[in-house]
């Protein structure tokens, strides 16, 4: 998860998410919207007697806040609340696993903000299951040969990878970007990702009062979106003054084509 605004317990169950899969959730910065939710999130995990380790990626002042609260309201919980505090200022490599790695976006901001860079892990190739079977490849060696090994037969001769796999799928990037001024410095790091969120609080009309309260316009978040080659980008953090989203999406849409624009319980292929 990414932010954990008021609000979100009810629209994880509207969309029916699975709340035992969550298990760790990234903190961009500590504006009460993008954290207001965590206390009661955690102390709905209690009551649903989860045990699994949560853990909470943030900057490090978030654990100062919320440990109090956690030790009043939610006294012998029955798993662990493990705080991970990162740099809001550096680009660092914050968590991986078998099929992730997650890393910091210095962003610009009133407070220190970090967005999210989601890269998949290189898949391995797909196996050929009639060139193992002609081959006669031992059950031993389809993992070496899915990483890319080639095949030495009894007699000595070298099957090439290529004749025993197909190309690996590709491996998907998302990146999140809110809150934030309009900065160019985040473009070498989000080159080319498959989907890029970008936050769009202003119309173009509104850049002074975008400026003055750093964040971005529709135009500044396409712009980014188009310099830095994504393959879509989404806009969210509308200002409420706004009743008709679809102005925002078509500005945007001038710049940068393939925008859409984010609602509650929407959901995006990438």
């Known amino acids: 998860m990414i932010d954990c605004g008021e609000g979100t317990q009810i629209r994880m169950r509207q969309m029916d998410i ?16 993008h954290v207001f939710g965590l206390i009661g999130l955690i102390s709905s995990f209690g009551m649903l007697n989860r045990t ?20 009043f309201f939610c006294e012998g919980l029955p798993f662990r609340v493990i705080f991970e505090p990162f740099n809001p200022k550096t680009h660092t490599l914050i968590f991986e696993d078998r099929s ?8 610009k901001h009133r407070i220190a903000s970090s967005g999210f860079l989601f890269r998949e892990k290189p898949h391995e190739r797909h196996i050929i299951r009639d060139m193992i079977d002609f081959y006669k490849i031992p059950v031993s060696m389809i993992r070496k040969i899915k990483q890319g090994e080639d095949f030495i037969t009894e007699s000595g001769e070298i099957i090439p990878n290529e004749q025993l796999t197909k190309a690996a799928d590709k491996s998907i990037s998302f990146a999140y970007c809110s809150d934030t001024a309009y900065s160019e ?86």
């Open 18 to 33: 699975k709340t035992n899969r969550l298990g760790h959730i990234f903190i961009s910065h500590l504006h009460g919207d």
């Open 100 to 107: 992730v790695e997650v890393y910091t976006i210095p962003l």
């Open 52 to 71: 699994a380790d949560l853990y909470i990626h943030s900057v490090p002042e978030l654990e100062n806040i919320l440990r109090p609260q956690l030790d």
């Open 185 to 270: 410095k985040i473009i070498p790091i989000i080159q080319q990702v498959d989907c890029l969120y970008h936050e769009a609080t202003f119309m173009e009309h509104e850049a002074a009062r975008a400026k003055s309260t750093l964040h971005s316009t529709t135009i500044q978040a396409a712009t980014i979106a188009k310099k830095a080659n994504v393959g879509k980008l989404i806009i969210g953090h509308y200002s409420a003054r706004y009743k008709d989203k679809n102005d925002l999406l078509e500005e945007a849409k001038t710049i940068f084509k393939n925008t859409f624009a984010a609602e509650d319980m929407k959901s995006f292929g990438i």
